[in-house]
Antibody, heavy 121, light 108 residues
Framework: EVQLVQSGAEVKKPGESLKISCTAS????????IGWVRQMPGKGLEWMGI????????RYSPSFQGQVTISVDKSISTAYLQWSSLKASDTAMYYC??????????????WGQGTLVTVSS | EIVLTQSPGTLSLSPGERATLSCRAS???????LAWYQQKPGQAPRLLIY???SRATGIPDTFSGSGSGTDFTLTISRLEPEDFAVYYC?????????FGQGTKVEIK
């Protein structure tokens, strides 16, 4: 069974850094693209980017390029989403998700439970 | 960037009724790389349809997708109580991938 388990909720101040995680199990981690989706409070889904754990090729949405960094640690089957300087507008639920097949042209199929990030002074 | 516009914003229906949700793309979605997701409050999205018309694993046949090019439809033939939720379309054929803004199906 594919499982994506995300790290717990975070409360941070503006300007602080943050790295949240998504640990995968139940499949070959290096064979499937994995990515991140933002959902701001009461709003819709926003595609942030994806990474291939096999070679760390990363594709970002222009809306998030330069604002966040997506990375992986193959040795522990974990993907990360990080910020160097948080803003209040980064307050959202963040989901990790795996593409349904090995190629990049596939939808997200399996999802993590979400990590709530709250940024407030 | 392909902009996906969903309509209506909210659909008020009774259990047993048919729901028809629309997703219109600002440009053609290549190879019908269009998916539909269902999201309930406090839960992660669930994949329903991919490739415009193929049901994902475990999705009942009351859900069907159709369309091509710029116009796509999700149909729920008979609404069950558990089908009241928010539905999103998603194109994954062009970069950047994008989602529609969602249609809420609520109990009338």
């Amino acid at each position: 069974e594919v499982q994506l388990v995300q790290s717990g909720a975070e409360v941070k101040k503006p300007g602080e850094s943050l790295k949240i995680s998504c640990t995968a199990s139940g499949y070959s981690f290096t064979s499937y693209w994995i990515g991140w989706v933002r959902q701001m409070p009461g709003k819709g889904l926003e595609w942030m980017g994806i990474i291939h754990p096999g070679d760390s090729e990363t594709r970002y949405s222009p809306s998030f390029q330069g604002q966040v960094t997506i990375s992986v640690d193959k040795s522990i089957s974990t993907a990360y989403l990080q910020w160097s300087s948080l803003k209040a507008s980064d307050t959202a639920m963040y989901y990790c998700a795996r593409l349904s097949r090995a190629a990049a042209v596939n939808p997200f199929d399996d999802w993590g439970q979400g990590t709530l990030v709250t940024v407030s002074s | 960037e392909i902009v996906l516009t969903q309509s209506p914003g909210t659909l008020s229906l009774s259990p047993g009724e048919r729901a028809t949700l629309s997703c219109r793309a600002s440009q053609s979605v290549s190879s019908s790389y269009l998916a539909w997701y269902q999201q309930k409050p406090g839960q992660a999205p669930r994949l329903l349809i991919y490739g415009a018309s193929s049901r994902a694993t475990g999705i009942p046949d009351t859900f069907s997708g159709s369309g091509s090019g710029t116009d796509f439809t999700l149909t729920i033939s008979r609404l069950e109580p558990e089908d009241f939720a928010v539905y999103y379309c998603h194109q994954y054929g062009s970069s950047p991938r994008t989602f529609g803004q969602g249609t809420k199906v609520e109990i009338k």
